[in-house]
């Protein structure tokens, strides 16, 4: 069974620190997914990870993939209050149907 | 452009009684629908997905059942909702070898 662990669960910071959000899963994948929920809002799509090694960065958000290592992280530079979200990972079990399984989400919170 | 519907937006339920959530998609033809439940602070978890008309797959035991009567529809339904039954519902769609899923705006759902 694929199990998807983000750590940490909770993450309180000060504008402008820099953070990274780790993502751990239990079998072999290699399309890994990064989600953003506001508040009571649904879930926007951030990156997809493709393949070992892939990079992806947007603004202040960069993520990355090791298949091998069966990680991902999520870095986060010079944080600002309005990157205050839960974020989620989720990895591909099912290629074909994608049947993604999320990690329990990290709820970050930027303080000024 | 593609749209995604989900309602209602909110609803409250008692025990026992039925319910039907409504997901619509627009802008695509033949796509790949899910529907996901999100626990209070918690990680969504797949339910059912579906890769065209009448065709569902169901991932978890439960006393939820999903229907697709259309190509762009996709319902929600139960004939007596539990207490555990309450949470965030959300359609997702994909195009049919597409990478990423597109979240709906959700159904919160409140059991008493």
């Known amino acids: 069974e694929l199990k998807v662990e983000q750590n940490p669960l909770f993450l309180s910071m000060q504008e402008g620190k820099n953070y990274t959000i780790y993502c751990n899963y239990s079998?072999?994948?290699?399309?890994l997914y990064w989600y953003r929920q506001d508040p009571g809002k649904s879930l926007e799509s951030l990156f997809v990870?493709?393949?070992?090694?892939a990079v992806k960065q947007e603004g202040r958000l960069m993520a990355s993939l090791d298949t091998k290592a069966r990680l991902s992280t999520l870095h986060i530079t010079a944080a600002v209050h309005d990157l205050s979200a839960t974020y989620f990972c989720a990895v591909d079990r099912f290629r074909r149907a994608q049947k993604l399984v999320f990690g329990q989400g990290t709820r970050l919170t930027i303080n000024p | 452009s593609q749209t995604i519907h989900q309602w209602p937006a909110t609803l409250v339920q008692p025990v026992g009684s039925p319910l039907s959530l409504e997901c619509t998609v627009e802008?695509?033809?033949?796509?790949?629908l899910y529907w996901y439940r999100q626990a209070a602070g918690r990680g969504l978890q797949l339910l059912f997905y579906?890769?065209?008309?009448?065709?569902i797959s169901s991932e978890v035991p439960q006393n939820l059942s999903a229907s697709r009567p259309q190509d762009r529809q996709f319902i929600l339904s139960s004939k007596k909702l539990l207490l555990s039954d309450s949470g965030f519902y959300l359609c997702a769609w994909r195009w049919e070898i597409g990478e990423l899923q597109y979240f709906g705006p959700g159904t919160r759902l409140t059991v008493l």
């Open positions: 579906s890769v065209g008309i009448g065709q």
């Open positions: 079998t072999t994948s290699d399309r």
């Open positions: 802008g695509t033809s033949n796509p790949n």
């Open positions: 990870l493709l393949s070992n090694g």
